[in-house]
């Protein structure tokens, strides 16, 4: 069965950097895209940034050029970068897999991984 599970998430002071590794099985990665989505208390969940199979790159306008995200292929690993971080960035951050295309609406979800900026 698909599993995405994520790590490094924690807690940081503003300013800060911290690296969201995802690791995926169970289906084939290649030809697909990959996302990471954040939700926080009492906000509804939305995308952060997305890449292809083609390696383009796509971000929410409050992230950009303070998160870069990066793929693997041969390890089937996905990551998320996050410099200066700010109080706001605090959330559950999830990885995310759509089959094909990235049209923000994922067939797969990991399980989350809590960023606390304070």
């Known amino acids: 069965h698909v599993q995405l599970v994520e790590s490094g998430g924690g807690s940081v002071q503003p300013g800060g950097s911290l690296r969201l590794s995802c690791g995926a099985s169970?289906?084939?990665?290649?030809?697909?895209?990959m996302g990471w989505f954040r939700q926080a208390p009492g906000k509804e969940r939305e995308g952060v940034a997305t890449?292809?199979?083609?390696?383009?790159?796509r971000y929410v306008g409050s992230v950009k050029g303070r998160f870069t995200i990066s793929q693997d292929s041969a390890k089937k690993t996905l990551y998320l970068q996050m410099n200066s971080l700010k109080p706001e960035d605090t959330a559950m951050y999830y990885c995310?897999?759509?089959?094909?295309?990235?049209?923000?609406?994922?067939?797969?979800w990991g399980q989350g991984t809590q960023v606390t900026v304070s």
């Open positions: 995310a897999a759509e089959l094909r295309y990235c049209t923000l609406r994922p067939n797969y």
């Open positions: 169970g289906y084939t990665y290649s030809g697909n895209c």
């Open positions: 890449i292809d199979s083609d390696d383009n790159r």
